[in-house]
C-alpha cells in the first residue's frame, strides 16, 4: 500500500473514532443532513438494509405499527409494504426536517402516518399497536431517558405486541446486542429473538406476562 493511501486510512478511522466517543459521551439526534447523506444512500441500502428489522420480525399484513425515530423513512418504507393496504404504519420522528423528508418519500402510502413527536411521549393510546420498531435511535436518547421510552412502547403495544430494535454498527450511538438486551429486560420485557447480521443487529421482544398470539 502506498503511504499516502495508508495516511488517509488512518485518518478515515481515527476521525470514525472521534464520532464515535463523542456520540458515547453526549446522545443526541443525527442531524437531518447527516441521515440524509450517511444513512439515505444506495452502500447503506445494500450493506446495511432497512429489512433488517423485518428479517428479525415480519409484520403480518394488516397489523398496526409505530416507528420511533424514523428519520427519513427508509425504514418506513419498509414496514408499511410489510403490513400492506389493510394495515397501518405510524412514524414518529423529533426533528422536523426528518419528518418533511420521511413524508415525502411515504406521499401516495395511505396506510402511513408521519408526524413530530418525541419517543419519550408516544402520542398514542393504550393498548392499540402490534408492533412498535425502532432502528438506530435508542442510542440518541439520553441514558436515563431510554427506559422511559420502552415504558411508553410497552403501553401502546397491545398484549403479546413486538417491540423490535434495529441496531448498525456504523452509527456513533452504536448499542451493542447485550446493552439491548438488558435495557428492555429492565423496562419488563423478554427477549423472543435476536437476529445478528454482519455488524448489524435487531432484537425482538414481548413484554413479560403478556399473552402472545
Ligand atoms: C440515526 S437516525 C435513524 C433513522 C432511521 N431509523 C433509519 O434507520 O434510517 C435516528 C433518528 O431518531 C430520531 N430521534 C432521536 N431521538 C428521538 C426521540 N427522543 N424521539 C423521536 N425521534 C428521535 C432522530 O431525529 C433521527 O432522525
Known sequence: MELWMGGVLLVCM????????????RPRPMAVWMESVFLDNPFRRAVF???LVTRAWMPPPGARLGELG???????AVLAR??????????????????????RRMAGWPGCTVAVADAR??????GQ?????????????????????????????????RVV????????????PGALASLVNQAGFQVVHQHRG????????????????
Open 14 to 25: 481515527a476521525a470514525f473514532l472521534a464520532l464515535r466517543w463523542d456520540g458515547q459521551r
Open 165 to 176: 430494535l434495529g441496531e448498525y454498527g456504523p452509527d456513533p450511538h452504536y448499542l451493542t
Open 82 to 103: 410489510a403490513v400492506g393496504p389493510t394495515g397501518h404504519v405510524w412514524a414518529i420522528d423529533r426533528q422536523r426536517g426528518a419528518v418533511a423528508r420521511a413524508r
Open 70 to 76: 424514523a428519520g427519513t423513512g427508509m425504514v418506513t
Open 198 to 213: 454482519w455488524w448489524q443487529h435487531a432484537l425482538v421482544a414481548v413484554a413479560e406476562g403478556s399473552k402472545g398470539p
Open 121 to 126: 411521549h408516544l402520542p398514542w393510546p393504550d
Open 129 to 161: 399497536l402490534d408492533g412498535v420498531v425502532t432502528v438506530a435511535m435508542l442510542g440518541e436518547v439520553p441514558e436515563p431517558d431510554r427506559l422511559t421510552v420502552l415504558a411508553e412502547c410497552r403501553r401502546v403495544l397491545k398484549p403479546g405486541g
Open 49 to 51: 438494509p432497512p429489512s
